[in-house]
């Protein structure tokens, strides 16, 4: 479980979050609504570990967070992936769409690289049901020859061509950009993704694109969704439940 329990947020002197409590299930998708401004993304930030709360507790897993942005604990942190909702937002401009997608391979350091270098066989693992990369043999497998598999499966699920991947933020539309983002946010196979207005800026078939995509991606590993739109329709559909944060963040959310 992901589990924020009474999250408490200001800045400065306001209040925007008011002891709030939410859980996000392994293998479930929980959506979360409110009006504009009553602290979802904030909510969102906290969970992703990337905000301090002023008080209250997060726990992965069972794991307690005690340190925050780059301070917590890698193995921590690469549980927890959050798409947000304007991709040029989110990403280094001077990046190719596919060195944007590996961004957290590089990130992670050797994670990657000391599966396939073990030779466990599976350095394809929980991405796109590539099933072993076939160069897990020990000593005959490099990281670079499974991340850029990884990468390759990940583009190839979210619908980005080998053209598109060469090309630079400035020269994709924000659906496409969205997708690599999808695509980065999958690529160390987190436990709990949180999707923070994912499709609000997309068009309806990309949405729904990418929607399926998050979903498959939930059903193949049992990740945990927490989904947060404006969108009533789309979250009645898409989540098993909807908690309502209320405006100044102080109602208390439940499902
Ligand atoms: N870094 C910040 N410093 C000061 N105020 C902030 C900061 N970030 C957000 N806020 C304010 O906190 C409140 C909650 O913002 P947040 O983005 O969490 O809301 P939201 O529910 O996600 O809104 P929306 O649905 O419009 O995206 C807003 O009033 C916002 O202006």
New binding site residues.
Partial sequence: MLEARDITVR??S?T?LDRVSLTVEPGAVLGLG????????????VMAMMLRPRSGSVAVDGRPVSRWRQRAPRELRTRVALIY?QPRLAVDPRLTLREIVAEPLAAAGTAAAGTAAAGTGTAGTGTAGTGTAGTGTAGTGTAGTADAERVAALAAEVGLTGDLLTRRPHEVSDGQLQRACVARALILSPGYLIC??MTTMLDASTQAHLVRVVNAYRERTGAGVLA?S?DAVLLGRWADGVAE?GQG?KAAVSV
């Fill in positions: 800045y400065g306001r925007v409110g009006p504009s401004g009553c602290g979802k993304s904030t909510l969102a930030r909702q923070d207005e947060i404006h944060l963040g």
